[in-house]
């Protein structure tokens, strides 16, 4: 039994330093899109947006799954060089827990982007994005087991390292991209952004260790046509590298309006993401409310714990358009005799 333990404990924290090298992940990043980059902010037709994604995993495999939550609101601003230009400020929000220790992160960024559109009827626009924010991370360490602890022994060195383990960690992330309308029904996105600019350190209690956050790099490129007046397809590839882990995914969607005087968009696809799970994502559009809910099948080697059972995600955002009243000054008639 114990070395039962013992292998369990080593599964665990393996897995714990694979996910947390690559920071948080989605499958569906359409519901997280300022995580994703900063240049994201007031990227959307509208006034203001709203949104928010959540993800579980590992559920059939650990007693505490990994579970991650993550809202975001932004707005536009007719502020610019040129009337055709726009300012998007927003702000993220997010808490990620993992494994039976609880091992945990919350954090708040704040972000600007200035959307530089090349022509009046924005055919090209690029995008610079900046974010600032902090990062607080914290252990429970009462599910903590070790050779010691299951030993019997109720001193262990390893325990106090997480006693009281609370760091703030400031972040500074910046994002880069460009959109362009190859014709009237098509257009291409693509960016690069590169989160943990500051490289910031912190240590666990009692430890003169010092651990780096390392920069993580996302890039992405989608490409949306409009096949029809009732069918639209969005290919994309999502690639994401933090240290010497990389994340890489493919995904092919289909939209689909019933009829043509519709306003509910039916949508669904397959992704995969290389080395790890083939995706299954479905959603709809409905009075201008976006729902979508993706479905990871486990095809790696992990399989074998997980049942192929990898992770679930359930999104929703909406863009919103303030409408404002027409200032008309008054005008007095004078009557005929």
Known sequence: M????????????????????????????????????????????????????????????????YQTAMAFADLNFALGLKPHHWLGAGINLYSDRAGDLTYQNTGAHLGLAYHYAVDPKYKTVFTLGVQFGMTRRNIDGRNYSSLETLSGNAGDPDRDLLTDFNPNIGDLNIGVSMKKWTSKNAYVDFGVAVNHLLQKEFTF?????????????????????????????????VYSRMFNFQNLFGQFNLEYKPNRKSATIIKGGLGYRVGDAVQFLAGIVYKEWDIGIAYDLTVSTASSYTRGFGAVEIGLKRAFIAHTKPESKPVILCPRF
């Not at 928010?52 to 799954?65: D, G, H, K, L």
């Not at 003169?208 to 989608?222: M, W």
């Not at 490409?223 to 290919?235: F, H, L």
Request: charged share 15%.
């Open 205 to 237: 209690t009692n430890s003169n260790i010092q651990n780096e956050v390392s920069r993580r790099t996302n890039a992405y490129i989608e490409y949306r046509v409009q096949t029809s007046r009732q069918v639209a397809i969005r290919p994309m590839v």
């Open 2 to 65: 114990k070395a039962h333990y013992c292998i369990l404990i080593t599964i665990f924290l393996s897995l714990g330093t694979y996910l947390h090298s690559q920071d948080i992940h989605f499958s569906n990043y359409e519901f997280s899109p300022l995580y994703l980059s900063p240049a994201k902010t007031g990227s959307f037709a509208g006034s203001y947006r709203v949104g928010a994604n959540v993800r579980s995993q590992f559920n059939t495999f650990i007693r505490e799954p």
